[in-house]
């Protein structure tokens, strides 16, 4: 049950992009997304911690013979949130010659992080412009099932410089974000439709549902929750953006000379 992210324009499908940016820039855009979250206060992302099955009671017995009374907790707000990346190395090269080479990535893989084990949730987040991030509403109405890695042949070659004397590689980087904030419980019974116990007056035909009621509904308060999970475009592939790398060869002087 997971998380996306709808994201759009060149940052989100990369794939599009000839070259590939650089470190300053990517953490711009996780700053940017950062400064503004919100909810979906119509559809609240939420989990479920688990399921009690019973034989349902006499008067409800035409309606479902087993009724089930789950507990769902509903993200309620935010005390921090955090953006980060999974880096992978899609290429390679050491430049020991003279002269300024191309290294050319014509795949792309994107490992994804996330911790979401019963959890239904997902976010937007929009963009003005390329690598600025934008508002990221958490929302239950996406969900999207992933694996641990994502592998592509691209459409447009990713290139980039290597001056000589250089390592240099090409790396995609994609992003998870690690929401921690406050859930209230809320209990759920479910026979022949599902219903929020707590949204009625309490006044049911048995007394199997009136005590689940008085037990769950009384004194209900907040209680921290997290979860990690990977940020995803509007077309179900990891949010992600092509990153250069170089750094010089400590060995390339002794080589030169011979």
Excluded at 13 to 33: E, H
Aim: proline residues 3%.
């Amino acid at each position: 049950m997971l998380l996306s992210f709808l994201l759009a324009l060149c940052f989100a499908l990369g794939a599009f992009c000839a070259g590939a940016t650089n470190a300053k820039a990517v953490q711009r855009f996780i700053s940017d997304t950062k400064k503004s979250v919100t909810i979906d206060r119509k559809n609240p992302p939420y989990y479920d911690e688990r399921v009690i099955t019973e034989a349902t009671c006499p008067f409800y017995l035409l309606s479902c013979t087993h009724t089930n009374f789950r507990f769902r907790h509903y993200l309620v707000n935010t005390t921090d949130v955090d953006i980060g990346y999974v880096a992978h190395q899609d290429e390679l090269w050491d430049n020991m010659g003279t002269t300024q080479t191309t290294v050319i990535s014509s795949r792309s893989t994107a490992l994804l992080k996330s911790k979401t084990t019963g959890w239904t949730i997902g976010g937007k987040v929009s963009l003005a412009v390329p690598d600025i991030g934008g508002g990221m509403e958490m929302s239950s109405s996406y969900q999207e099932t992933l694996m641990t890695s994502f592998t592509e042949t691209l459409t447009t070659q990713i290139t980039v410089p290597c001056d000589a004397g250089n390592e240099c590689g090409i790396e995609t980087w994609t992003f998870f974000a690690t929401v921690k904030g406050l859930c209230i419980q809320t209990p759920i019974v479910e026979c022949s439709q599902s219903m929020d116990i707590c949204a009625s007056d309490g006044k049911f035909g048995c007394s199997q549902w009136k005590k689940f009621y008085k037990r769950n509904c009384r004194n209900r308060s907040l209680k921290p929750c997290e979860v990690t999970f990977p940020l995803i475009d509007h077309t179900g592939k990891p949010i992600r953006r092509f990153v250069s790398t170089a750094k010089k060869l400590s060995d390339f002087k002794k080589k030169k000379r011979i």
